[in-house]
């Protein structure tokens, strides 16, 4: 989508600060970090949220989150943990309306969350 900020950083047409790239998905660093880690994992394809993902994406579903784990453990965050987290519509918290994982590690988390 030509006016998604998510899309354009998949593209390459605004900078980010990378730390994984496939054919399918790319994370790099939230430019506004909520933890001393706070990484954004996105499918390059624009899907707008969890509640717009259908049933033969599940296999990028699945490599969303199994790259994410990946990312964390690269990360350092294992063994003391970390959080996933994905806001889905208003209620959700989205902002960016691109299905976007978020991995926050780096100190203790708190819940409920807000
Ligand atoms: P959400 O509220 O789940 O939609 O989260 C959107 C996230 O995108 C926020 O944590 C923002 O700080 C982050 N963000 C917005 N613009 C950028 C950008 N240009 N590069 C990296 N992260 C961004």
């Excluded at 390059?44 to 964390?72: W, Y």
Aim: negative net charge; aromatic residues 6%; hydrophobic residues 40%.
């Amino acid at each position: 989508m030509s006016d998604c900020l998510f899309c354009k950083i998949a593209a390459g047409e605004v900078s980010c600060t990378e730390v994984f790239s496939s054919e399918n998905l790319i994370a790099f660093r939230d430019i506004a970090p909520q933890a001393p880690t706070h990484i954004l994992v996105i499918p390059r394809m624009h899907i707008s949220g969890l509640s717009n993902l259908t049933n033969d994406q599940e296999n990028l579903a699945g490599e969303l989150l199994t790259t994410a784990v990946q990312i964390a453990a690269e990360e350092g965050l294992d063994p003391a943990g970390y959080r996933f987290v994905i806001n889905n519509g208003e209620d959700g918290g989205q902002i960016v309306a691109h299905l976007h994982l978020h991995i926050l590690g780096g100190r203790p988390m708190a819940w409920p969350p807000g």
